[in-house]
C-alpha cells in the first residue's frame, strides 16, 4: 500500500507496518521473498536492502510500468542473477509462475491487502471519490468496471454486494436510489447518490459513500476470491521454516487471514465439551500464529492510512500443504 514514487523516488506512500513485517519476515541475505502486493515497491526495497531475493507481483499494469520507467532506482532487477524479478500478475498464480520462474519454495511471503495508495490518489483510476473521476475501480484494468456493473447489474444484485463487502445495513434503499440515478458515470455521481440515499450531513464523521465505495470495488476486483487463492498459494510456496506476513485493512480480509491460520495452525478454540474433537493436530500447516500487531499512534499520525491495518503473521512447518478443498476461511 506504499512505496517509492515512481517518478521522484521520494517517499509520500509510507509502507504500513513496515518494521512489524521485517520482524516477522525476519529477511537474511540470499532469502526469497515473494512481495505479493508490490504496489510502489515499499516492502520490496526493505527487503532488497536487508539482503534478500524479491519476486513482485502486482496485477495493476500500471505498478510494474512505473519500476520499468525508473529503473535506475532498481538497479536489483539487472544483472546475471537479479535480485528482484517482476510478475505482472494475480497473486492467486503465485505458483504458477514462480514455477515458470524456476523457484518451487519460497523463504516468506507478504501480502498487502486491498487498493493501494498510489490508486487511491489517481483520480482516472476511479477508486476514490474524494477525487472525482470516472467510475472504474478495476485494479486490472480489464473487465467489468464499477460503471459496467452499477449501470447494468439487477438491484437486488446490488444490494447483495453492498450488504456482503461493504456491510451496509440500508443496502437496499441505496440500491434502489442507484438504479433510479442510472445511468452513473463518475465516482462523484455515486457518491452523491448514496449520500442522499442515507440522509448524509456534512458534520457526520464517516461519509457513508465509504462504505458502498469498498463493497463495489471488492465486488469488480474479486477481492475475496483472490485472497484466499492468494493465502492457498503461500502455503504451496513456502518451505519449512518460511514465513507469511499480511497486512490487511478490512474486517472482512482480517477474518478470511485469521481464520485460515487458526485452521492451518490447528490453534483455534476447541469443539464443545459434547462434540468430538475432529482436528488433526498431527498435520498443521502453520506454526501458532503470531499476536496481531496494529499500527502505533506515531504511524498513524504520520500516515492516516495505517488505522485500520492488522499484521498477521505465522511460520510454516514441514507438512504438506492441504488440498484446497481442505482450507477454510469463513
Known amino acids: 500500500m506504499s512505496g517509492i514514487t515512481p517518478d521522484t523516488g521520494s517517499q509520500p506512500h509510507v509502507p504500513v507496518l513496515l518494521e512489524e513485517v521485517l520482524t516477522a519476515l525476519s529477511p537474511r541475505p540470499g532469502d526469497v521473498i515473494v512481495d505479493a502486493t508490490f504496489g510502489a515497491g515499499g516492502y520490496t526495497r526493505a527487503l532488497l536492502d536487508a539482503g534478500a531475493v524479491v519476486h513482485g507481483f502486482d496485477r495493476d499494469p500500471t505498478a510494474i510500468e512505473a519500476v520499468h520507467a525508473n529503473r535506475q532506482a532498481w538497479p536489483e532487477l539487472d544483472g546475471e542473477e537479479p535480485r528482484l524479478v517482476l510478475h505482472p500478475r494475480r497473486f492467486s498464480e503465485m505458483v504458477e509462475s514462480m514455477t515458470e520462474a524456476g523457484v518451487t519454495r519460497v523463504d516468506g511471503v507478504v501480502m498487502d491487502i486491498g487498493v493501494s495508495s498510489m490508486q487511491l490518489d489517481q483520480a482516472e483510476r476511479g ?53 433510479a440515478a442510472r445511468p452513473l458515470e463518475t465516482t462523484g455521481e455515486l457518491a452523491n447518490v448514496v449520500r442522499k440515499a442515507l440522509g448524509y450531513k456534512p458534520h457526520m464523521p464517516k461519509d457513508p459513500a465509504t462504505r458502498s465505495f ?18 492457498g498459494a503461500a502455503e504451496e510456496l513456502l518451505g519449512e521454516g518460511g514465513k507469511l506476513a499480511v497486512v490487511s485493512f478490512h474486517s472482512l480480509e482480517d477474518r478470511m487471514v485469521k481464520r485460515f491460520l487458526r485452521d492451518a495452525s490447528n490453534s483455534g478454540a476447541a469443539p464443545s465439551r459434547h462434540m468430538p474433537d ?17 499500527a502505533g499512534e506515531a504511524e498513524i499520525s504520520r500516515n492516516p492510512r495505517a488505522r485500520s491495518a492488522v499484521l498477521r503473521s505465522a511460520v510454516r512447518t514441514s507438512a504438506p500443504a492441504r488440498p484446497a478443498s481442505e482450507r477454510i476461511f469463513a
Open 127 to 179: 477508486f476514490a471519490f474524494s477525487l472525482d473521476g470516472p467510475l472504474d475501480m478495476r485494479m486490472s484494468r480489464e473487465g467489468e468496471s464499477a460503471a459496467d456493473f452499477v449501470n447494468t447489474a439487477d438491484e437486488g444484485v446490488i444490494a447483495d454486494v453492498l450488504y456482503q463487502y461493504g456491510e451496509e445495513r440500508q443496502s437496499r434503499r441505496v440500491a434502489r436510489a442507484i438504479v
Open 214 to 231: 469498498q463493497a463495489i470495488r471488492i465486488h469488480v476486483n474479486g477481492e475475496l476470491d483472490e485472497l484466499a487463492a492468494g493465502l
Open 278 to 294: 475432529v482436528r488433526d493436530a498431527s498435520r498443521p500447516v502453520f506454526e501458532k500464529p503470531a499476536r496481531a500487531v496494529r
